[in-house]
């Protein structure tokens, strides 16, 4: 069976720093592979899809980047973390024609 | 224009009654898969159903139900015999096949049930 994987769980970062976050896929291979951000009591946003190593599309501009450098690992970055940058952050993976799985999350608090 | 439009911020229920969470939909692709999804306070996003544009019967998945009526598209997801845990948040996606990678997530529902 398949599993996804998310760390870390929380985090709190001061303003300026950078970020990493890991999410993992296992079970399943070639997934397309998404980053989403949820704002307390919100919908979901998504920040960034990938259907193969190296091929990122990007939703909405700003200060976050995102990588694909194995086929079931993808990583959100920024190297300077705003204070808006605050939220739920989701990874999901899918096949081409099913529905979405979803990771943990990660709490992430800017202060 | 909002691709999915969930109008209910807030929902209450009784305990063991049915309950209606609404969700409509905008697309002029005629191939599309709609979805819910539960979020409860732990913040990981469940599965429960989901329904394609081109099936004839409308999806159940236990106690979950989806209200397909193309026409209107609207897609509602119908909780029979709610239960404590499924107060949560809901919420309602869709997927185009022109451009399947993406998927469209609306504002979501917040249901309580009572006891």
Redesign the interface.
Known sequence: SQTIHQWPATLVQPVGSPLSLECTVEGTSNPNLYWYRQAAGRGLQLLFYSVGIGQISSEVPQNLSASRPQDRQFILSSKKLLLSDSGFYLCAWSKQTYEQYFGPGTRLTVT | AQKITQTQPGMFVQEKEAVTLDCTYDTSDPSY?L?W?KQPS??????LI?QGSYDQQNATEGRYSLNFQKARKSANLVISASQLGDSAMY?C?MRELRD????Y????TKLNVKP
Do not use: H, L, P
């Open positions: 898969g979805f999804y732990s913040g990981e996003m469940i599965f989901y919420f996606a399947f990678n993406k998927f997530f609306g504002s979501g």
